[in-house]
C-alpha cells in the first residue's frame, strides 16, 4: 500500500537565450532566487534527516489479516518533488510539488464470501504556476475499489470497483510512484490450477480520473470519476510458474475499446494487444532474466476529429533484462537492460506506429514519474545497468543509467517531449541517470525515500524545433511513507 513522501531536487543550468525567447511571459508568474533551488534541496534533505532521528525503530510490524472477519488498514504517502531544466515544450524551466496521497482499506471476510473497499485522496500542493500538474497528481477523495468476491475451489468472481496487477504491471498495474491510481469497474473471474497456474480473466470499464480542468486541479476539487461503456477494457492473463529451471511463463490478451461519448470527442482506439513473458526471478548466487514482449493491431482515429481518417495500427514493444545476484552481504544485483517500442512515422497516414501501454506503470523499468518522468513505453529504444544494494539493515541503494534514443525520429519523445517531424534532430535524446535511497525507520510501518535524476541533453533535445532550451533536466524527490 501507499505511504507519505517528502522531495527536492537540485542544480542551476543558464538557459539558451535564443530559446528562452521563444517561452511565453507567462512562466515569469512565480520567479525564484538563483540559489533557490538548491536552497529548497538542502532544507529537504535536512528534514529528512531529522525525521530519521525523531522515529526510534521498535521492530513492530503490521499484522496478518484473519482469514474470516474485518481488517482495516491505510497509508500516507508526502512527497516533495524539484525540477530545474524542464524538457517538456510550453513548461516554465522550473516546476515544483508536494503530493500527499492517504488510502484507507476495509476488508470482510466470511467464509466463501469477501466484501473489500479502498478510499484514496490524492491531492498536490504548490502547483499554482503553470508547471506539469495533471490527473496523475491529483484525485481528491475517490472510492477506488468497492467489489464483492464469491470464492469456490479454484474460482474465484469478482465485481465492482478494483485494481488490476497483471504479470510484470507493464500493460495493466497499481500505480507505487504516481500519486494517482488506475481503477476499473467490471467483472473479474480468478482461477488456480493444481500446478499453482493462475488465470485471470476481466471485462471493465476503466475509471476517467476528475475533474480534469486545470483550475480544478489546483484546488484539488473533489468529483466522482466516472466509468461508461464508451470505454472499456477486457481481457485474460495467464501465469505459469516454474515452467523450466524456476522460469515462469506468462501469456496475455487485451482489448480496449473507446468511442466519443461523455469524455468527449478522443482517438476512437480500438486495440488488441496480446504478448507474452519469461521471467526468473532474483536469488544470490544465480542469473536472472525478464524478456517480454508484446504486439498492438487494430484501429484508431488521425485525430479527435469525428470525420478523421482511420488509421491501421501495428506497434509493439520489447523488454530484456538479465542479471545476477552475488552471494555477498547486502544482497548486490547488477543488471543490464534494453527496452523498445515502436514510434509513428507521419509519412505513411494510413498506419499508426506509436506502441500505447494501457494502464501500465513505468516507474520501475524508467525511473521517477511524477512532474519528472521523460522516458515512457513508447517510441523508445533504451539501453541501461542497474544497480541494488541493500548496504545495512532496512537501508536500500539503487542507481541507474539508461540512454535514450527515439525508435522514429519524426515521432515525438516520451508523451509530451520535444518532436521534429522532418526527422533532422536526429534520435538520441540524452542520458537518464538516477540513484535512490530508502531507509525503513520502523521495518514495514515508517519508510523515507530520497532521489535525484537528471536527464542529459541529447542532440533531440537541443536541437528540435519545439526544443525548450533549458539544458539538462535535474529533478530530485524526497518523501516519507507511514503504514498503519
Known amino acids: 500500500m501507499p505511504v507519505t513522501a517528502f522531495s527536492a531536487a537540485a542544480g542551476s543550468h543558464r538557459p539558451n537565450p535564443s530559446k528562452l525567447r521563444s517561452q511565453p511571459d507567462r512562466f515569469c508568474a512565480r520567479p525564484r532566487a538563483r540559489g533557490e ?46 525540477l530545474e531544466g524542464q524538457f517538456r515544450p510550453g513548461l516554465p524551466p522550473r516546476d515544483d510539488a508536494m503530493t500527499i496521497q492517504t488510502a484507507i482499506a476495509a476488508e470482510y471476510r466470511t467464509g466463501p464470501w469477501r466484501i473489500s473497499a479502498e478510499l484514496i485522496d490524492a491531492r498536490a500542493y504548490l502547483t499554482d504556476a503553470p508547471g506539469a500538474v495533471s490527473t496523475s497528481e491529483v484525485n481528491a477523495l475517490e472510492l477506488s475499489r468497492a467489489s464483492i468476491s464469491y470464492a469456490n475451489g479454484p474460482v474465484e468472481l469478482t465485481a465492482g470497483r478494483f485494481h488490476l496487477n497483471l504479470g510484470s504491471r507493464r500493460l495493466a498495474g497499481r500505480n507505487a510512484f504516481r500519486n494517482t491510481i488506475n481503477s476499473f469497474t467490471g467483472i473479474r473471474l ?53 515452467l ?57 482515429r488521425q485525430s479527435i476529429a469525428p470525420a478523421a481518417r482511420r488509421q491501421d495500427v501495428r506497434a509493439f514493444f520489447a523488454h530484456a533484462e538479465f542479471g545476477y545476484s552475488f552471494a555477498l552481504p547486502g544482497k548486490p544485483r547488477l543488471s543490464a537492460l534494453l527496452d523498445m517500442a515502436s514510434g509513428d512515422d507521419p509519412r505513411t497516414p494510413g498506419s499508426f506506429g506509436r506502441f500505447d501501454t494501457l494502464y501500465g506503470p513505468r516507474r ?48 515525438r519523445f516520451g508523451n509530451a517531449g520535444p518532436s521534429d517531424v522532418q526527422g533532422r534532430s536526429g534520435r538520441f535524446a540524452g542520458h537518464m541517470v538516477e540513484l535512490r535511497l530508502g531507509h525503513w525507520l520502523v521495518e514495514k510501518r515508517l519508510r523515507v525515500e530520497a532521489g535525484a535524476a537528471v536527464l542529459t541533453s541529447g542532440r533531440l533535445l537541443e536541437e528540435a524545433p519545439n526544443a525548450t532550451g533549458f539544458g539538462d533536466t535535474r529533478y530530485a524527490y524526497g518523501q516519507m511513507v507511514v503504514n498503519f
Open 190 to 242: 480468478d482461477w488456480r490450477g493444481k500446478a499453482d497456474d493462475h488465470l485471470v480473466a476481466f471485462y471493465a470499464l476503466p475509471h476517467t480520473r476528475l475533474p480534469s480542468a486545470r483550475g480544478d486541479l489546483i484546488d484539488n476539487r473533489v468529483r466522482w470519476d466516472r466509468e461508461s461503456f464508451d470505454l472499456t477494457f477486457w481481457g485474460a492473463h495467464y501465469t505459469r510458474p516454474d
Open 37 to 82: 533551488f538548491s536552497v529548497r534541496f538542502i532544507i529537504c534533505v535536512l528534514t529528512t534527516c531529522a525525521l530519521q532521528v525523531s522515529f526510534p525503530a521498535h521492530g513492530q510490524t503490521a499484522g496478518e489479516a484473519s482469514t474470516d472477519g474485518l481488517s482495516v488498514s491505510g497509508s500516507l504517502r508526502v512527497r516533495y518533488e524539484l
Open 364 to 411: 520501475t523499468d524508467f525511473g521517477p514519474t511524477g512532474i519528472f518522468g521523460p522516458l515512457f513505453r513508447s517510441n523508445l529504444l533504451a539501453g541501461g545497468l542497474r544497480g541494488e544494494i541493500a548496504p545495512a539493515e532496512r537501508w536500500d541503494v539503487m542507481t541507474m543509467w539508461r540512454p535514450a534514443w527515439l525508435h522514429s525520429r519524426r515521432d
Open 244 to 300: 523450466f529451471a524456476g522460469v515462469t511463463l506468462q501469456a496475455n490478451a487485451f482489448k480496449l475499446n473507446e468511442r466519443d461519448g461523455d469524455n468527449g470527442p478522443n482517438r476512437n482506439r480500438h486495440l488488441f494487444t496480446w504478448g507474452g513473458r519469461l521471467h526468473r526471478a532474483p536469488k544470490a548466487g544465480q542469473w536472472d532474466m525478464d524478456l517480454e514482449g508484446a504486439v498492438q493491431s487494430g484501429t484508431i
